[in-house]
């Protein structure tokens, strides 16, 4: 008996794991209907971009120092007592005003006894002349007289030039700066007196890499910030060093700017942005709709709903696009999210469209 009950038992079992499984929630209209919602009805959902051309700037952003057009630590040729000082510090002079004069009371007083010499070395020299004309001296006397009226002449010169040493003036236009002597004060050549300093316009000094030299021409235009001011200057390079730092491997670049309102002040640090080119039909996609591969970028297009995949070539970056050279024209439409599920030839539904220069 229990063999046969055995056998029962294992034959049910045997049974039971051969009949076919079916699922209680499936029935045929169930099947129908779960192969129904796997068709094209669940879409995916993505946003795009529709593009079209913008004006764009091909830019290179460096830092540089403000520097003065023209400057000069002012110093005296000759040595002695300051007797006068004729500016006040901070304060705009005049090219050719007198700022500093030094003792010259020797100077002058040697001036004035060859000037009394002369006058009379010349009275001679007239009387000579008329008597030569009448034959009552010989041509040798009377060359002899005008020589040491020329002599006369030359000493005085010389003296005026020593009295111009004892006179600082100034060389340019500009504004004085701290004056670090007084009225008494000896000085001599090596004397630190004051800086004069021409700010309108200015200079501003930077550099940019190598790999520019061929795209940076007098004349292009640059904008700048300084801190402290809360405005954006613009200015023009006007001189190209003409080599290369060994040690930075960069160019060096001067501009110049107006400074009307005297906002900028030499030695200050300046953010600045070299514009190097304007281009006028740009297609520039978001950052994030450019897909990178090992050798390539790609973007995807939707075209009547309907993924497309384009290899492009980029150009100009800012932070947040980037111009596409080639690969897509104007009025396609490119995805900006769902780039990981989207394939080729994948439908997919577009939610929003924005336009490309909006962003």
Request: glycine residues 8%; hydrophobic residues 40%; without cysteine.
């Amino acid at each position: 008996m229990k063999r046969i009950i055995t056998i029962i038992i294992v034959l049910v079992v045997i049974g039971g794991l051969s009949y076919p499984k079916v699922k209680p929630w499936l029935s045929s209209s169930g099947e129908e209907q779960v192969s129904a919602n796997s068709g094209g009805n669940n879409l995916l959902e993505v946003e795009a971009v529709e593009m079209d051309y913008e004006t764009i700037d091909d830019e290179i952003f460096s830092s540089g120092t403000i520097q003065a057009n023209e400057v000069v630590e002012l110093s005296a040729e000759a040595s002695g007592i300051i007797t006068d000082i004729y500016f006040e510090e901070g304060r705009e002079v005049q090219e050719g005003d007198l700022l500093l004069k030094i003792n010259d009371s020797e100077l002058q007083a040697q001036k004035q006894r060859a000037e009394f010499r002369m006058a009379l070395a010349e009275q001679r020299e007239e009387r000579q002349r008329r008597l030569l004309e009448r034959g009552g001296i010989s041509q040798e006397d009377y060359d002899a007289t005008l020589n040491e009226v020329n002599v006369l002449r030359s000493e005085i010169q010389l003296i005026n030039a020593q009295i111009d040493k004892t006179e600082i003036r100034a060389p340019f236009s500009g504004v004085i700066g701290l004056k670090y002597v007084s009225v008494g004060s000896y000085i001599g050549p090596n004397t630190r007196i004051a800086s004069l300093q021409e700010v309108d316009p200015i200079k501003i000094d930077f550099s940019v890499p190598e790999r520019y030299i061929s795209r940076v021409n007098v004349g292009d235009e640059i904008l700048y910030s300084v801190q402290g001011v809360d405005s954006t200057f613009s200015g023009e390079v006007y001189a190209i060093e003409p080599r290369i730092n060994t040690e930075t491997r960069t160019l060096q670049i001067r501009a110049i700017s107006e400074n009307d309102d005297q906002l900028l002040y030499p030695g200050a640090f300046a953010n600045i942005t070299l514009i190097l080119d304007e281009i006028n039909d740009a297609l520039m996609v978001p950052t994030i709709s450019i897909i990178p591969g090992l050798n390539s970028q790609k973007v995807f297009v939707a075209s009547d709903g309907v993924v497309e995949e384009r290899i492009i070539r980029s150009g100009i970056r800012n932070s947040q696009k980037v111009q596409v050279i080639e690969g897509i024209e104007q009025g396609d439409i490119v995805l900006t999210t769902g780039l990981l599920q989207v394939r080729p030839g994948m439908e997919v539904n577009i939610t929003e469209i924005t336009k490309s220069t909006e962003i």
